[in-house]
């Protein structure tokens, strides 16, 4: 009976360890997550905006002019696949590998390749349908390590590179979207070409281009191009410490749950114990007596 109490009273103190990492855990991404909320609830409103005029305007461009608008003859695609870098964060990275997978099987005559941002990504992809890198660095998939405008503006340009070179007929962002700490939203976005909004006809609205036309073609485009993959990023990233912290509340709560019925197993058990030494006593001092 001790050598099972001391396994209990074990198990006790290694949940309890447990619990408290996690609960360390939770505070750190709660504190993350505050601001990585502030970041995509300011970029949001005018990356949407952006959006809408971006693609707007492409519908007014001509063939020769809308080069981010021209819909290719081939089948090569690009997923940008963006995850977490780190785990324990639920079905946060799950998420986003069934999508992809969804989507290349409801696609097969699609020859897709996964350009990973986030190591998840990398990892997943990896060893199994590849990852594509050329161009990109040595490692794309670090990007959160650091993230900022500037170093998704290099990730973008060589995506529209690659697309105006022929190389992609077709550019798709999956990723999470952040709605609340406990809720993330898989969006499968199509990047490139630009489509209109749907609902919008674009025949009926009339431009003033101010500068030239030419000008933003060439500067404008590309610009909110890069600032859509940048709000793609900072809603995942803000996803990400969302489903970090709920999953981290969740295990603390289930380490306490774990530690209360380890403890009353601990002592119905010392009881029980007790109790035998008691009952040995009484019958070993009635022995003595008769």
């Avoid at 639920?90 to 696609?107: C, D, H, L, R, S």
């Avoid at 009926?204 to 909110?224: A, D, K, L, W």
Wanted: net charge negative; proline share 2%; with cysteine.
């Amino acid at each position: 009976m001790a050598g099972g109490l001391k396994e209990v009273r074990n198990r006790i103190t290694s949940v309890q360890s447990t619990m408290q990492i996690t609960s360390a855990m939770k505070m750190v991404s709660a504190a993350k997550l505050r601001r990585a909320q502030d970041a995509i609830t300011a970029m949001r409103p005018y990356a949407q905006k952006l959006q809408e005029i971006l693609a707007n305007v492409s519908g007014t461009l001509d063939s020769s002019e809308g080069v981010y608008s021209q819909e290719g003859q081939g089948n090569n695609v690009l997923i940008v696949a963006i995850t977490s870098n780190r785990g324990l964060c639920g079905g946060f990275n799950n998420n986003i590998v069934k999508e992809i997978n969804n989507y290349m099987a409801a696609n097969p005559d699609l020859k897709c390749k996964i350009l990973p941002l986030g190591k998840k990504a990398n990892d997943y992809y990896r060893g199994r349908t590849g990852v594509f890198t050329e161009g990109f660095g040595d490692e794309p998939f670090s990007i959160f390590d650091d993230l900022s405008f500037s170093n998704v503006s290099q990730i973008a340009e060589t995506i529209m590179e690659q697309f105006v070179e022929g190389r992609w007929d077709k550019v798709v962002m999956v990723y999470n979207q952040f709605k609340n700490a406990a809720s993330q939203i898989v969006q499968n976005e199509q990047f490139l070409p630009i489509k209109a909004t749907e609902g919008t006809d674009t025949s009926s609205v009339e431009y003033i281009f101010e500068p030239s036309r030419e000008e933003i073609v060439e500067r404008i485009i590309p610009n909110s191009l890069k600032v859509q993959l940048f709000k793609g990023l900072l809603d995942s990233n803000a996803a990400e410490h969302g489903a970090r912290m709920t999953a981290m509340h969740k295990a603390t709560d289930n380490a306490k749950d774990l530690v209360n019925e380890l403890k009353l197993s601990y002592n119905k058990a010392r009881q029980a114990a007790i109790t035998n030494e008691i009952l040995e006593i009484v019958g070993g001092a009635e022995a003595l007596n008769s």
